[in-house]
């Protein structure tokens, strides 16, 4: 079963992550630990360093990219994207963690 899914901001070392950094802190809000989680795998071994058995983190593109053209099609409907560009840049600057504490039997520790 998955106790915990997270959805964090990587990426902080590049332009585009730092300008993100920046406006955050413009209004008051400061991500601690960007600077040690640059990236989904950093994510994964964090969670797994912490206890959880099975941890699986991909960027919001990569997710993205791995659904079925025809469900892509649909989210597309959802929320129009006019530039795929500035798309691509803000989605392989967030992650989408999933992780899991106890396998159940059988359970190879996969989410």
């Not at 999933?98 to 159940?104: A, D, E, I, R, T």
Request: charged share 25%.
């Amino acid at each position: 079963p998955v106790l915990l899914a997270s959805y964090d901001m990587i990426q902080p070392q590049d332009r585009f992550g730092q300008m993100m950094v920046q406006n955050l802190e413009k209004i008051g809000l400061n991500i601690h630990s960007v600077d040690e989680l640059k990236s989904s795998k950093d994510h994964e071994e964090r969670c797994r360093r912490v206890g959880f058995q099975a941890a699986k983190a991909q960027t919001m593109k990569l997710l993205y990219t791995s659904v079925a053209r025809d469900q892509q099609v649909t989210l597309n409907k959802i929320e129009i994207i006019d530039d795929w560009d500035e798309w691509n840049m803000v989605h392989e600057h967030y992650t989408f963690v999933l992780v899991s504490l106890n396998m159940g039997e059988g359970d190879k520790g996969v989410i």
